[in-house]
Protein backbone atom coordinates (compact mmCIF):
# COMPACT_ATOMS: atom_id res chain seq x y z
CA UNK A 1 0.00 0.00 0.00
CA UNK A 2 1.19 3.43 -0.62
CA UNK A 3 2.48 4.79 2.48
CA UNK A 4 0.34 8.28 2.27
CA UNK A 5 -2.82 6.20 1.87
CA UNK A 6 -1.56 3.87 4.84
CA UNK A 7 -1.27 6.62 6.89
CA UNK A 8 -4.65 8.53 6.27
CA UNK A 9 -6.15 4.49 6.82
CA UNK A 10 -4.24 4.73 9.99
CA UNK A 11 -5.60 8.34 10.94
CA UNK A 12 -8.91 7.79 10.32
CA UNK A 13 -8.86 4.30 12.69
CA UNK A 14 -7.11 6.96 15.51
CA UNK A 15 -9.73 9.33 14.84
CA UNK A 16 -12.49 7.04 15.35
CA UNK A 17 -11.04 5.31 18.54
CA UNK A 18 -10.82 9.00 20.35
CA UNK A 19 -14.83 9.89 18.96
CA UNK A 20 -15.97 6.85 19.71
CA UNK A 21 -14.24 6.89 23.41
CA UNK A 22 -14.69 10.31 23.90
CA UNK A 23 -11.57 10.73 25.49
CA UNK A 24 -8.37 8.33 25.80
CA UNK A 25 -4.69 8.04 26.71
CA UNK A 26 -2.32 7.95 23.75
CA UNK A 27 -0.95 4.27 25.38
CA UNK A 28 -4.54 2.89 24.72
CA UNK A 29 -4.89 4.10 21.58
CA UNK A 30 -1.93 2.09 20.91
CA UNK A 31 -2.92 -0.66 22.47
CA UNK A 32 -6.47 -0.36 20.67
CA UNK A 33 -5.13 0.57 16.92
CA UNK A 34 -2.05 -2.12 16.78
CA UNK A 35 0.24 0.90 15.80
CA UNK A 36 3.43 2.27 17.26
CA UNK A 37 3.66 4.44 20.10
CA UNK A 38 5.88 6.78 17.61
CA UNK A 39 3.21 6.24 15.22
CA UNK A 40 0.27 7.10 17.32
CA UNK A 41 2.40 10.23 18.70
CA UNK A 42 2.56 11.88 15.34
CA UNK A 43 -1.12 10.96 14.09
CA UNK A 44 -2.47 12.43 17.31
CA UNK A 45 -0.54 15.89 16.55
CA UNK A 46 -1.33 16.11 13.91
CA UNK A 47 -5.28 15.56 14.56
CA UNK A 48 -4.23 18.45 17.06
CA UNK A 49 -2.12 21.24 15.09
CA UNK A 50 -3.56 19.94 11.36
CA UNK A 51 -6.40 19.07 11.44
CA UNK A 52 -8.07 20.63 14.60
CA UNK A 53 -10.10 17.39 15.82
CA UNK A 54 -8.37 16.46 18.71
CA UNK A 55 -7.54 17.90 22.04
CA UNK A 56 -5.15 17.36 24.69
CA UNK A 57 -7.04 16.96 28.31
CA UNK A 58 -3.27 16.57 29.56
CA UNK A 59 -1.77 14.47 31.96
CA UNK A 60 -3.54 11.91 33.43
CA UNK A 61 -3.42 9.94 37.20
CA UNK A 62 -0.90 7.61 36.64
CA UNK A 63 -1.72 3.18 38.11
CA UNK A 64 2.03 3.05 38.10
CA UNK A 65 4.64 3.97 35.51
CA UNK A 66 4.61 6.53 33.49
CA UNK A 67 1.62 8.76 33.72
CA UNK A 68 -0.90 8.55 30.51
CA UNK A 69 -1.33 11.70 28.27
CA UNK A 70 -5.04 12.04 27.47
CA UNK A 71 -6.82 13.39 24.74
CA UNK A 72 -10.33 14.01 23.05
CA UNK A 73 -12.51 14.72 20.41
CA UNK A 74 -12.71 18.09 20.19
CA UNK A 75 -16.50 19.15 19.81
CA UNK A 76 -16.19 22.46 21.26
CA UNK A 77 -16.44 25.61 18.69
CA UNK A 78 -16.53 22.43 16.14
CA UNK A 79 -19.99 23.02 14.38
CA UNK A 80 -22.17 21.29 11.67
CA UNK A 81 -25.41 22.82 10.24
CA UNK A 82 -28.73 19.90 9.85
CA UNK A 83 -31.30 21.27 7.63
CA UNK A 84 -34.85 19.38 7.91
CA UNK A 85 -36.70 20.21 4.60
CA UNK A 86 -40.21 18.92 5.18
CA UNK A 87 -43.38 19.98 3.49
CA UNK A 88 -44.24 21.57 6.48
CA UNK A 89 -41.43 23.24 8.20
CA UNK A 90 -38.28 23.74 7.37
CA UNK A 91 -36.32 22.75 10.85
CA UNK A 92 -32.17 24.18 10.78
CA UNK A 93 -29.73 23.70 13.83
CA UNK A 94 -26.37 23.92 14.75
CA UNK A 95 -24.71 21.41 16.66
CA UNK A 96 -21.13 20.73 17.66
CA UNK A 97 -19.77 17.40 17.27
CA UNK A 98 -20.90 15.41 19.63
CA UNK A 99 -24.72 16.88 18.54
CA UNK A 100 -25.13 18.81 21.38
CA UNK A 101 -27.77 21.98 20.32
CA UNK A 102 -25.66 25.31 20.02
CA UNK A 103 -29.17 27.28 17.74
CA UNK A 104 -32.47 25.89 16.42
CA UNK A 105 -34.57 27.43 13.88
CA UNK A 106 -37.93 26.29 12.30
CA UNK A 107 -40.28 28.08 9.46
CA UNK A 108 -42.84 26.95 7.77
CA UNK A 109 -42.27 25.55 4.34
CA UNK A 110 -45.45 27.34 2.29
CA UNK A 111 -45.55 24.32 -0.30
CA UNK A 112 -47.70 26.68 -2.44
CA UNK A 113 -44.78 29.15 -2.83
CA UNK A 114 -43.10 26.76 -5.15
CA UNK A 115 -39.11 25.69 -5.51
CA UNK A 116 -37.55 28.87 -5.60
CA UNK A 117 -39.06 30.32 -2.42
CA UNK A 118 -38.40 26.64 -0.99
CA UNK A 119 -34.73 26.97 -1.65
CA UNK A 120 -34.72 30.43 -0.72
CA UNK A 121 -35.99 29.35 2.73
CA UNK A 122 -33.15 26.96 3.36
CA UNK A 123 -30.30 29.37 2.49
CA UNK A 124 -31.47 31.66 4.52
CA UNK A 125 -32.12 29.30 7.94
CA UNK A 126 -28.59 28.60 6.74
CA UNK A 127 -27.10 31.84 6.97
CA UNK A 128 -29.14 33.12 10.37
CA UNK A 129 -27.72 29.70 11.47
CA UNK A 130 -23.73 30.67 10.48
CA UNK A 131 -24.39 33.79 12.12
CA UNK A 132 -25.34 32.39 15.38
CA UNK A 133 -22.05 30.95 15.62
CA UNK A 134 -19.05 31.77 18.21
CA UNK A 135 -16.24 33.78 16.50
CA UNK A 136 -13.40 31.86 16.54
CA UNK A 137 -15.60 28.74 15.86
CA UNK A 138 -15.65 26.03 12.55
CA UNK A 139 -18.56 25.10 10.31
CA UNK A 140 -17.57 21.78 8.62
CA UNK A 141 -19.96 21.64 6.96
CA UNK A 142 -24.01 21.23 5.93
CA UNK A 143 -26.45 18.54 5.58
CA UNK A 144 -29.92 18.20 4.46
CA UNK A 145 -32.57 15.85 4.65
CA UNK A 146 -35.24 15.59 1.56
CA UNK A 147 -38.55 13.98 1.50
CA UNK A 148 -38.17 12.67 -1.79
CA UNK A 149 -36.61 9.95 -4.02
CA UNK A 150 -32.44 11.11 -4.14
CA UNK A 151 -30.60 9.43 -6.84
CA UNK A 152 -27.15 9.12 -4.84
CA UNK A 153 -24.72 8.68 -7.68
CA UNK A 154 -26.27 12.56 -9.34
CA UNK A 155 -27.75 14.37 -6.78
CA UNK A 156 -30.93 14.47 -8.57
CA UNK A 157 -34.27 14.48 -6.65
CA UNK A 158 -36.29 11.96 -8.76
CA UNK A 159 -39.34 12.41 -7.10
CA UNK A 160 -40.94 14.05 -4.26
CA UNK A 161 -44.73 13.78 -4.39
CA UNK A 162 -44.81 15.85 -0.97
CA UNK A 163 -43.49 18.68 -2.86
CA UNK A 164 -44.64 17.72 -6.72
CA UNK A 165 -40.93 17.78 -7.66
CA UNK A 166 -39.19 15.63 -10.38
CA UNK A 167 -35.99 15.58 -11.72
CA UNK A 168 -35.00 18.77 -9.75
CA UNK A 169 -31.41 19.95 -9.12
CA UNK A 170 -31.00 20.86 -5.91
CA UNK A 171 -27.10 20.86 -5.71
CA UNK A 172 -26.87 23.34 -8.56
CA UNK A 173 -29.21 25.87 -7.16
CA UNK A 174 -27.59 25.72 -3.16
CA UNK A 175 -24.01 25.85 -4.89
CA UNK A 176 -24.93 29.44 -6.23
CA UNK A 177 -25.59 31.23 -2.67
CA UNK A 178 -23.83 28.59 -0.45
CA UNK A 179 -19.60 28.57 0.87
CA UNK A 180 -19.78 25.50 2.90
CA UNK A 181 -19.69 21.79 2.01
CA UNK A 182 -22.92 20.55 1.59
CA UNK A 183 -24.55 17.32 1.45
CA UNK A 184 -27.90 15.93 1.00
CA UNK A 185 -29.61 12.61 0.98
CA UNK A 186 -33.29 11.14 1.58
CA UNK A 187 -34.70 12.36 4.84
CA UNK A 188 -35.76 8.31 5.96
CA UNK A 189 -32.45 7.15 4.95
CA UNK A 190 -30.91 9.81 6.80
CA UNK A 191 -33.06 9.33 9.90
CA UNK A 192 -31.60 5.47 9.96
CA UNK A 193 -28.29 7.02 9.57
CA UNK A 194 -28.99 9.43 12.72
CA UNK A 195 -29.81 6.48 14.72
CA UNK A 196 -26.50 4.44 13.40
CA UNK A 197 -24.15 7.22 14.25
CA UNK A 198 -25.76 8.94 17.07
CA UNK A 199 -28.73 7.15 18.66
CA UNK A 200 -29.24 6.14 22.01
CA UNK A 201 -27.99 2.45 21.89
CA UNK A 202 -24.62 2.06 20.39
CA UNK A 203 -23.12 -0.81 18.35
CA UNK A 204 -27.08 -1.50 16.93
CA UNK A 205 -26.12 -3.13 13.60
CA UNK A 206 -29.51 -4.54 12.28
CA UNK A 207 -32.41 -2.37 12.58
CA UNK A 208 -35.18 -0.14 10.46
CA UNK A 209 -36.49 3.42 11.27
CA UNK A 210 -40.06 3.83 9.52
CA UNK A 211 -41.03 7.56 8.52
CA UNK A 212 -44.59 7.81 8.98
CA UNK A 213 -45.28 11.89 7.80
CA UNK A 214 -47.99 12.63 4.93
CA UNK A 215 -45.86 9.68 3.39
CA UNK A 216 -44.41 6.48 4.55
CA UNK A 217 -40.69 5.64 3.95
CA UNK A 218 -38.42 3.04 5.69
CA UNK A 219 -34.20 3.69 6.44
CA UNK A 220 -32.58 -0.09 6.57
CA UNK A 221 -29.74 -0.67 8.24
CA UNK A 222 -27.69 -4.26 7.66
CA UNK A 223 -24.86 -5.28 9.45
CA UNK A 224 -23.77 -1.85 10.27
CA UNK A 225 -24.63 -0.36 6.82
CA UNK A 226 -26.97 2.04 5.59
CA UNK A 227 -28.51 0.21 2.78
CA UNK A 228 -29.16 2.57 -0.67
CA UNK A 229 -29.55 0.87 -3.33
CA UNK A 230 -28.31 0.56 -6.60
CA UNK A 231 -29.50 4.38 -7.58
CA UNK A 232 -30.44 5.17 -3.97
CA UNK A 233 -33.91 4.45 -3.68
CA UNK A 234 -33.80 1.60 -1.48
CA UNK A 235 -36.68 1.64 1.48
CA UNK A 236 -39.57 2.70 -0.19
CA UNK A 237 -41.77 0.80 1.94
CA UNK A 238 -45.05 2.67 1.56
CA UNK A 239 -44.88 1.49 -1.74
CA UNK A 240 -45.52 -1.87 -1.08
CA UNK A 241 -49.07 -3.55 -1.13
CA UNK A 242 -50.68 -4.52 1.93
CA UNK A 243 -54.51 -4.24 0.31
CA UNK A 244 -54.47 -5.40 -2.80
CA UNK A 245 -58.63 -5.42 -3.26
CA UNK A 246 -58.30 -1.80 -2.22
CA UNK A 247 -60.06 1.42 -3.85
CA UNK A 248 -57.35 3.73 -2.40
CA UNK A 249 -55.08 5.10 -4.73
CA UNK A 250 -51.49 5.93 -3.84
CA UNK A 251 -49.78 8.84 -5.51
CA UNK A 252 -47.70 6.64 -7.25
CA UNK A 253 -50.85 5.83 -8.99
CA UNK A 254 -50.97 1.97 -7.74
CA UNK A 255 -54.03 0.46 -5.50
CA UNK A 256 -53.91 -0.41 -1.86
CA UNK A 257 -50.00 0.83 -1.36
CA UNK A 258 -49.30 1.50 2.62
CA UNK A 259 -48.45 5.30 2.15
CA UNK A 260 -52.31 5.38 0.60
CA UNK A 261 -53.35 3.31 4.04
CA UNK A 262 -51.44 4.45 7.00
CA UNK A 263 -49.74 7.94 6.28
CA UNK A 264 -50.97 11.48 7.53
CA UNK A 265 -52.68 11.96 4.37
CA UNK A 266 -55.04 8.72 5.36
CA UNK A 267 -55.62 9.82 8.65
CA UNK A 268 -57.07 13.52 7.34
CA UNK A 269 -59.18 11.79 4.78
CA UNK A 270 -60.71 9.56 6.96
CA UNK A 271 -61.42 12.51 9.95
CA UNK A 272 -62.69 14.28 6.83
CA UNK A 273 -64.85 11.23 5.95
CA UNK A 274 -66.13 11.55 9.61
CA UNK A 275 -66.89 15.61 10.03
CA UNK A 276 -68.82 15.03 6.69
CA UNK A 277 -70.69 11.31 8.24
CA UNK A 278 -71.56 13.25 11.27
CA UNK A 279 -69.93 10.51 13.61
CA UNK A 280 -67.64 12.78 15.62
CA UNK A 281 -68.95 15.43 17.54
CA UNK A 282 -65.23 16.34 18.97
CA UNK A 283 -63.85 16.35 15.60
CA UNK A 284 -66.36 19.12 14.69
CA UNK A 285 -66.34 20.92 17.51
CA UNK A 286 -62.18 20.74 16.95
CA UNK A 287 -62.68 21.52 13.47
CA UNK A 288 -65.89 23.97 13.88
CA UNK A 289 -67.48 22.09 11.25
CA UNK A 290 -64.93 22.89 8.73
CA UNK A 291 -63.73 19.86 6.76
CA UNK A 292 -60.86 21.89 5.41
CA UNK A 293 -59.01 22.34 8.83
CA UNK A 294 -59.01 18.29 9.46
CA UNK A 295 -55.72 17.30 9.57
CA UNK A 296 -53.75 14.27 11.38
CA UNK A 297 -52.71 16.38 13.68
CA UNK A 298 -56.48 17.26 14.42
CA UNK A 299 -57.58 13.62 14.79
CA UNK A 300 -54.71 12.85 17.09
CA UNK A 301 -56.29 16.10 19.40
CA UNK A 302 -59.66 13.88 18.92
CA UNK A 303 -57.69 10.94 20.64
CA UNK A 304 -56.64 12.55 23.18
CA UNK A 305 -60.12 13.71 24.32
CA UNK A 306 -61.44 10.43 23.94
CA UNK A 307 -63.03 10.45 20.43
CA UNK A 308 -64.45 6.96 19.75
CA UNK A 309 -63.95 7.61 15.77
CA UNK A 310 -60.71 9.15 15.87
CA UNK A 311 -59.67 5.60 17.92
CA UNK A 312 -61.01 3.48 15.56
CA UNK A 313 -59.38 5.73 13.02
CA UNK A 314 -56.00 5.20 14.26
CA UNK A 315 -56.52 1.36 15.42
CA UNK A 316 -57.01 0.90 11.13
CA UNK A 317 -53.98 2.36 10.19
CA UNK A 318 -51.93 0.61 13.03
CA UNK A 319 -53.31 -2.42 11.72
CA UNK A 320 -52.08 -1.75 7.87
CA UNK A 321 -48.39 -0.52 9.84
CA UNK A 322 -48.21 -3.50 11.48
CA UNK A 323 -48.20 -5.33 7.98
CA UNK A 324 -45.52 -2.88 6.95
CA UNK A 325 -43.64 -3.94 9.75
CA UNK A 326 -43.53 -7.13 9.58
CA UNK A 327 -42.44 -6.99 5.54
CA UNK A 328 -39.83 -5.48 6.92
CA UNK A 329 -38.85 -7.95 9.98
CA UNK A 330 -39.93 -11.17 7.95
CA UNK A 331 -37.24 -10.06 5.73
CA UNK A 332 -34.52 -8.58 7.13
CA UNK A 333 -34.75 -9.70 10.97
CA UNK A 334 -33.69 -6.72 12.62
CA UNK A 335 -33.25 -5.93 16.65
CA UNK A 336 -35.44 -2.87 16.18
CA UNK A 337 -37.75 -0.85 14.51
CA UNK A 338 -37.96 2.88 15.30
CA UNK A 339 -40.67 4.41 14.18
CA UNK A 340 -40.40 8.19 13.67
CA UNK A 341 -42.52 11.25 11.83
CA UNK A 342 -44.88 13.27 12.72
CA UNK A 343 -47.68 10.82 12.92
CA UNK A 344 -45.57 8.74 15.74
CA UNK A 345 -45.30 12.09 18.00
CA UNK A 346 -49.08 12.27 18.85
CA UNK A 347 -48.79 10.11 22.42
CA UNK A 348 -48.85 6.68 22.85
CA UNK A 349 -51.85 5.50 21.46
CA UNK A 350 -49.92 4.60 17.71
CA UNK A 351 -47.70 2.48 19.17
CA UNK A 352 -49.59 0.69 21.99
CA UNK A 353 -51.84 -0.38 18.69
CA UNK A 354 -49.25 -1.94 16.84
CA UNK A 355 -47.60 -3.52 19.96
CA UNK A 356 -50.76 -5.41 20.10
CA UNK A 357 -51.22 -6.14 16.49
CA UNK A 358 -47.71 -7.02 15.26
CA UNK A 359 -47.46 -10.64 16.33
CA UNK A 360 -50.00 -11.92 13.75
CA UNK A 361 -47.71 -10.38 11.09
CA UNK A 362 -44.35 -11.41 12.47
CA UNK A 363 -42.57 -15.29 12.50
CA UNK A 364 -42.30 -16.59 15.81
CA UNK A 365 -38.51 -16.32 15.06
CA UNK A 366 -39.41 -12.25 14.60
CA UNK A 367 -41.73 -11.83 17.58
CA UNK A 368 -38.98 -10.27 19.55
CA UNK A 369 -38.35 -7.30 17.67
CA UNK A 370 -38.52 -4.01 19.63
CA UNK A 371 -40.54 -1.13 17.94
CA UNK A 372 -39.30 1.93 19.66
CA UNK A 373 -39.66 5.60 19.10
CA UNK A 374 -36.98 7.55 17.04
CA UNK A 375 -34.47 8.39 19.67
CA UNK A 376 -34.33 12.34 18.28
CA UNK A 377 -38.00 12.60 17.83
CA UNK A 378 -38.86 15.75 16.03
CA UNK A 379 -35.03 16.38 15.44
CA UNK A 380 -34.54 12.65 13.48
CA UNK A 381 -33.82 13.88 10.08
CA UNK A 382 -31.92 17.30 11.29
CA UNK A 383 -29.80 14.68 13.46
CA UNK A 384 -29.36 12.32 11.05
CA UNK A 385 -28.35 15.39 8.05
CA UNK A 386 -25.91 16.72 10.95
CA UNK A 387 -24.34 12.63 10.52
CA UNK A 388 -23.89 12.77 7.21
CA UNK A 389 -21.71 15.36 7.83
CA UNK A 390 -19.72 14.18 10.65
CA UNK A 391 -19.42 10.50 8.55
CA UNK A 392 -17.12 12.85 6.05
CA UNK A 393 -15.37 14.40 8.90
CA UNK A 394 -14.18 11.19 10.32
CA UNK A 395 -12.93 9.70 7.18
CA UNK A 396 -10.80 12.68 6.80
CA UNK A 397 -13.26 14.37 3.88
CA UNK A 398 -13.69 18.04 5.35
CA UNK A 399 -11.09 20.59 6.29
CA UNK A 400 -13.39 22.79 7.79
CA UNK A 401 -14.18 26.53 6.69
Known amino acids: MDV ?26 AKKSGLTPPSITRIVDELIHVDGLVESLGVGNSSGGRPPVIVKFKND ?6 IDLGATYIRGCMVDLNANFISEIQVPTELNK ?41 GIIESSPDFGWSHVDLRKELEKHLDLPFFYDNSTRLMALGELKMGAKENQKNFAVINIGYGIASGLVVEGNLLKGYSGFAGELG ?6 DSEVQCKCGMYGCLEAL ?15 NNTSEILKELSANNESLITAELVAEAVSKGDVTSIKIYD ?3 EYLCKGIG ?52 QATSIGAVSLVLEKILNLELTGV
Do not use: M
Open 77 to 82: NNYIVG
Open 327 to 378: TIANLLNPETVYVGGGISLNGRLLFDLIEKKKDKYLLDANTKVKILPCTHGD
Open 239 to 244: HISVDT
Open 114 to 154: GFSSIVDKVIKVIKKLQKRKEPNSKIWGIGIGVAGLVNSET
Open 316 to 318: EVA
Open 4 to 29: GLLHLVNKKVVLELINHNGQISRSDL
Open 262 to 276: ASGHRIASLGREALL
